[in-house]
């Protein structure tokens, strides 16, 4: 058996040396841990030494010094990396088959929009950004994504404000998301936001949902009206060609019929003043003539004639008189 004693008697000098020291090792530990930060090379560092910027944004990758316990004060800015917004859609799964969630009321209600001949319009689209200055992005402008999602809202309120529901839902897509880029750009660093604009891209535009059979069926009356005259007119354009073709073919031979009998009514004037001159000239020999040769076109004409003398004996067992009848 081993007596111990009832009371262990513990020096208070030791007790305030060891807190001392723990304190001390806890210091010494959290200034180690809070004197460095680390660069990538994506990133920018905005350092704060007691709420005041110190200077250019630290850009060379690696660790770097700080003053520890709070004194310096570190943001990291991602500087190279593509920043979206997304208006009246939420991406679920991004990818090369990218899925998309129902949107909310907020989305939806930033979605409709008012278009210049007061029709509404469901525009879903998205914007994407980088930052180009971290400085401003952080201090110019209090939230500065929160306002940049607003001038989204605003500028394309404004640009589908200045076009018909058409425009919007077929051609003046890429014009609409070309002007509001160029915009909100110009609004951006009208504002210093440190927002560098990458693109604005419509992801889709639909009538509201409460309208949308009704636009879908005139958008099918529209087409049938379109199908309808593209037909008329491809059938205008087979037959009143071919009948142009043939009425100026059905003139020009009349015109050349015209001209015939003209020439040869010119001719036969011409062959009679002749004729008759002639006439004139040896009226006997010119009846003689037109006789024999009027009596030599009737009778090439008619059947085989003999004409003989009446008076002529002996001739008829010489002429052939079958050779008609072969």
């Known amino acids: 058996m081993v007596d111990f004693p009832n009371e262990i008697r513990i020096n208070p000098a030791i007790i305030n040396k060891l807190i001392v020291g723990g304190v001390v090792v806890l210091l010494v530990g959290f200034g180690v841990t809070t004197s460095f930060y680390k660069v990538d090379p994506r990133e920018e560092a905005i350092v704060l030494r007691l709420g005041r910027y110190t200077g250019a944004p630290v850009t060379e990758q690696g660790l770097h010094f700080k003053l520890p316990f709070g004194i310096d004060r570190v943001t990291i800015v991602e500087v190279t990396t593509v920043h979206k917004l997304e208006f009246g859609f939420t991406t679920q799964t991004p990818g090369t088959r990218t899925r998309y969630s129902p949107r909310s009321s907020g989305q939806a209600d930033a979605s409709l929009i008012v278009t210049g001949d007061l029709n509404i319009a469901d525009v879903q689209w998205s914007t994407q950004y980088m930052v180009s200055d971290a400085y401003n992005y952080l201090f110019k402008v209090r939230n500065a994504t929160e306002t940049f999602r607003a ?163 002996g001739l008829l067992p010489l002429l052939n008189l079958n050779q008609e009848a072969k």
């Open 151 to 313: 001038m989204n809202e605003a500028i394309m309120r404004e640009v589908i404000g200045d076009r018909t529901i058409n425009e919007v839902l077929t051609s003046g897509r890429s014009e609409i998301q070309q002007e509001v880029k160029e915009k909100l750009q110009a609004l951006s660093t009208q504002y210093e936001l440190g927002i560098n604009l990458d693109k604005v891209i419509l992801q889709d535009v639909n009538p509201p949902e409460s309208v949308k059979a009704s636009w879908n069926d005139v958008n099918e009356a529209q087409q049938e009206y379109s199908a309808t005259i593209n037909t008329a007119q491809a059938k205008y354009n087979e037959v009143v060609p071919k009948a142009d073709g043939e009425a100026e073919r059905t003139v020009e031979e009349a015109e050349g019929y015209a001209v015939q009998r003209v020439n040869e009514a010119q001719g036969d004037a011409d062959l009679f003043r002749q004729v008759f001159s002639a006439y004139q000239k040896a009226p006997e020999v010119t009846r003689t003539r037109i006789y024999l040769e009027t009596l030599n076109e009737v009778l090439a004409t008619g059947p085989r004639k003999i004409i003989m003398d009446t008076e002529a004996k």
